[in-house]
């Protein structure tokens, strides 16, 4: 059985809220052939995203396969889309079927706008946890990298949106796989000025 994750685009996305989970999420394919990820726009065309790389996604939203897994990432474009009423109609519309909804950084503003993550616990970047907060639609939590709420699972910003990745593999598989794709990474974080190295 196949399952299918797919990462919504938009212009002015934050890069590493998606490329970060590609990385996981292809890397978690290459020993489950049953794993398919692709990359989906509200419009045909190449996205310019928020430090200048330009991409071109797999399919539209309208042409889109049904979904196992929808990743929203942040950036500034969020701050526009939040009021594309389509785009955040077929948010709602698909997340329905996912059997997980996540999002990375500012993508949360749009599971909140959208239905899926209204009254629900939530995360974001450490920027725009009061701006999300004053809206009053979610209870937003600070100082944590991603927290789930049923099938929701949202990550904090840019770099968290690997973990919440990592954590989701292993629900889709099991923890010792997601280990196993995170040894494959060589993802084990000892950032200079907060760690030894």
């Known amino acids: ?27 978690a394919a290459q020993g489950q052939p049953d794993l398919r990820c692709l990359t989906l726009a509200e419009k045909p065309g190449t996205l310019r995203c928020a430090k200048g790389l330009r991409v071109v996604p797999d399919a539209l939203i309208a042409a889109a396969p049904p979904l196992d897994v929808l990743l929203v990432p942040g950036g500034q474009g969020t701050r526009r889309e939040v009021n594309n009423q389509p785009l955040l109609d077929w948010i709602a519309t698909t997340s329905r079927a996912c059997r997980f909804v996540t999002s990375v950084c500012t993508g949360s503003l749009l599971l909140v706008a959208a239905g899926p993550a209204r ?79």
């Open 119 to 197: 009254g629900r616990r939530v995360t974001t970047h450490w920027g725009f946890v009061e701006t999300l907060r004053a809206r009053g639609e979610a209870e937003v939590l600070d100082d944590v990298r991603f927290v789930r709420d049923g099938n929701i699972v949202t990550s904090a910003g840019v770099s968290a949106g690997i973990d919440m990745a990592l954590w989701l593999v292993g629900q889709l598989y099991d923890p010792p796989y997601a280990r196993m794709v995170q040894r494959r990474m060589q993802y084990d974080p000892a950032p200079p000025y907060a760690a030894e190295v």
């Open 1 to 27: 059985m196949t399952l299918t994750i797919g990462l919504l685009l938009f212009d002015d996305v934050e890069e590493l809220d998606f490329v970060g989970p590609w990385e996981v999420f292809t890397m």
